[in-house]
């Protein structure tokens, strides 16, 4: 990483202060009215990436709150400065930096799954409609390095059609996790890294895209109508990335 990104430290991502998550779950439950579906659908113990779509500015600290475990998110750098990023670094965040495939984020990502932990992608790179339609491949990198799996999460709700995209929603408005069931992303022996990415970019985005539409059908939520959108920046990975190399 460079600039600010390289002066920001992730002591023990994946292991927040418990103070961390009880102010995310009384944001979502007390502030707003969380309601989560499926939670049980997330492993108890073990790796495991959660890979959500994103409509709002409240799905990272809410879904944070929400989750039956404790997650290390990637979170844009620049939200890494003042008393927010003193708050973020001690809730086991994990810093990105927007303009190129940071793979350093990445990497730390793979040694929160090695340690049996959790972490959160919006691998949709963007924060916009949030019906999964984009997946960009860290997501996809990340599921076929670490082997872990994947569990699609919907975050309904917070920004509705007709609603300005980076407005917070009202309190108590009724907010909805859904938690689909865990998939796992492998690459098959002989196939040449490029092909392997870019089938696992397919593979994250339809069983995404699917579980949000499934999602709003349960939950007779609708998503918003505007495609303005915040950059991520995840970043491309080289095929040469994924095991077994560009065969």
């Given at each position: 990483?460079?600039?600010?990104?390289?002066?920001?430290?992730?002591?023990?991502?994946?292991?927040?202060?418990?103070?961390?998550?009880?102010?995310?779950?009384?944001l979502a439950h007390v502030v707003w009215n969380a309601r989560v579906h499926g939670a049980q659908n997330v492993p108890a113990t073990g790796p495991v990436l959660l890979?959500?779509?994103?409509?709002?500015?409240t799905d990272g600290p809410l879904l944070f709150g929400v989750a039956p475990r404790d997650v290390a998110f990637l979170v844009k750098k620049e939200m890494f400065g003042?008393?927010?990023?003193?708050?973020?670094?001690?809730?086991?965040?994990?810093?990105?930096?927007?303009?190129?495939?940071?793979?350093?984020?990445?990497?730390?990502?793979?040694?929160?799954?090695?340690?049996?932990?959790?972490?959160?992608?919006?691998?949709?790179?963007?924060?916009?409609?949030?019906?999964?339609?984009?997946?960009?491949?860290?997501?996809?990198?990340?599921?076929?390095?670490?082997?872990?799996?994947?569990?699609?999460?919907?975050?309904?709700?917070?920004?509705?059609?007709?609603?300005?995209?980076?407005?917070?929603?009202?309190?108590?408005?009724?907010?909805?996790?859904?938690?689909?069931?865990?998939?796992?992303?492998?690459?098959?022996?002989?196939?040449?890294?490029?092909?392997?990415?870019?089938?696992?970019?397919?593979?994250?985005?339809?069983?995404?895209?699917?579980?949000?539409?499934?999602?709003?059908?349960?939950?007779?939520?609708?998503?918003?109508?505007?495609?303005?959108?915040?950059?991520?920046?995840?970043?491309?990975?080289?095929?040469?990335?994924?095991?077994?190399?560009?065969?």
């Amino acid at each position: 990483m460079s600039g600010a990104a390289q002066e920001v430290a992730v002591p023990r991502a994946g292991r927040p202060q418990a103070w961390t998550k009880a102010l995310g779950g009384f944001l979502a439950h007390v502030v707003w009215n969380a309601r989560v579906h499926g939670a049980q659908n997330v492993p108890a113990t073990g790796p495991v990436l959660l890979a959500s779509n994103h409509a709002s500015l409240t799905d990272g600290p809410l879904l944070f709150g929400v989750a039956p475990r404790d997650v290390a998110f990637l979170v844009k750098k620049e939200m890494f400065g003042g008393p927010v990023g003193w708050a973020l670094l001690r809730a086991g965040q994990i810093p990105i930096d927007r303009s190129h495939g940071d793979r350093d984020a990445l990497q730390t990502v793979l040694r929160v799954l090695a340690e049996g932990g959790a972490a959160g992608v919006f691998p949709e790179g963007t924060r916009g409609r949030g019906d999964a339609a984009s997946v960009r491949s860290g997501i996809a990198w990340i599921a076929l390095q670490s082997g872990a799996p994947v569990v699609p999460v919907a975050c309904l709700g917070a920004h509705r059609p007709g609603e300005r995209n980076r407005t917070a929603p009202p309190p108590r408005r009724a907010l909805h996790y859904c938690f689909g069931e865990p998939f796992t992303v492998v690459k098959e022996p002989g196939v040449p890294g490029r092909r392997a990415l870019a089938a696992a970019v397919d593979q994250v985005r339809d069983r995404l895209s699917a579980h949000v539409l499934e999602s709003m059908r349960r939950t007779g939520t609708p998503l918003p109508d505007d495609l303005d959108a915040d950059e991520l920046g995840l970043g491309d990975m080289a095929s040469d990335d994924v095991p077994g190399g560009p065969r």
